[in-house]
């Protein structure tokens, strides 16, 4: 079964490269569409400290879609691995998911920092980041997404 599903808006300003490090300090916006939700749409989000931005990597061509185990980032040195044990933007549906600090709301305008996606990325949902969704348990990773994230953000 194919789903349809329409960006609710789009990220604006921050970076216009897909560079893999330092988004950390990236600051962004993401712009909802006008011809669909006002303000109120967001009302409320500015008393979370968080929220998860749910995107699409667009510009990732069909032909550089992976569907099976690859080295992270191209490096030999870590092991093969399937895609959906890493987090690439070259994954079948091209979603992202990135948790982001909230610095504010104005009107249809959710202002973010820490956002891995470029300016004018379709975004197709905005959630509060809420402690108990959050992992119950301690979170447990292979060695090597660790030197793979220490200059991420």
């Known amino acids: ?3 349809t599903i329409k960006p609710i808006g789009h990220v604006r300003g921050g970076r216009a490269d897909p560079i893999d ?13 006008p011809a669909h939700y006002g303000a109120d749409a967001l009302a409320g989000l500015d008393a979370f ?18 569907r099976g185990a690859r080295h992270p ?3 030999a040195d870590w092991p093969l691995t ?8 070259n994954r079948p549906n091209r979603l992202g998911a990135t948790i982001c600090r909230v610095l504010g709301v104005d ?14 990325t379709p975004v197709i949902d ?11 348990d301690e979170v447990r990773q292979p060695e090597w997404v660790a030197e793979l994230m220490a200059a991420y953000w």
């Open 73 to 75: 980032r191209g490096r």
């Open 82 to 89: 399937g895609i959906f044990a890493q987090r690439g933007k």
């Open 107 to 120: 009107g249809t305008r959710l202002h973010i920092e820490g956002l891995d996606a470029i300016d004018g």
């Open 126 to 136: 905005i959630k509060p980041v809420m402690r108990e969704f959050l992992p119950r």
């Open 1 to 3: 079964m194919a789903y």
């Open 49 to 66: 400290s968080h929220v998860e931005i749910i995107f699409v990597f667009d510009r990732v061509s069909p032909e550089k879609i992976e």
């Open 21 to 33: 490090d330092d988004w950390g300090n990236s600051r962004s916006t993401v712009e909802l569409d």
